[in-house]
């Protein structure tokens, strides 16, 4: 198992649209950048837990979720009136990918980007790096667990 962190606007999809999705899943389409969907393509695997992060107004990891479905063509890349169309990527030859993912907890109070800075044994997490802006991301299984544990406390 494998542990990742995926980032959204929740003013365009938050934890509580997960929760709220039909069987609390949803296909993680939009992605256009190339090393966060070679991440979801060439290393995600179904049951892989998910760090979820919103992103903007008050940055936060606000819960969790798992990857039940491994990467397939995202189908939104060709339909023009899509806000993540790309003339470049066709059914023939897609160039994005996405996943599925599902919910499994929303945190009791989100961590928030600032708070997780000043945590012991979270450096070197990439969330953390200045200038860091992957929407998907490796996290190891030490700052996993240890983000879990916080959500807990």
Request: glycine share 6%; charged share 25%; aromatic share 10%.
């Amino acid at each position: 198992m494998k542990y990742w962190l995926m980032k959204t606007e929740p003013g365009c999809f938050s934890i509580d649209d997960l929760m709220a999705a039909p069987q609390q899943q949803t296909s993680w389409d939009g992605v256009r950048n190339y090393q966060a969907r070679n991440f979801m393509r060439d290393e995600m695997e179904i049951g892989d837990l998910v760090l979820f992060y919103h992103s903007v107004t008050k940055p936060s990891v606000v819960g969790i979720a798992k990857v039940v479905r491994e990467s397939y063509p995202d189908h939104s890349a060709w339909d023009p009136l899509d806000q993540h169309y790309d003339p470049r990527s066709t059914p023939e030859k897609p160039l994005w990918f996405m996943v599925d993912i599902q919910f499994v907890e929303k945190f009791a109070q989100p961590l928030s980007l600032a708070v997780l800075r000043g945590i012991p044994g979270l450096e070197g997490m990439e969330l953390l790096r200045k200038g860091s802006r992957l929407s998907v991301m490796p996290v190891t299984k030490k700052h996993f667990d240890l983000i879990l544990d916080l959500s807990k406390a």
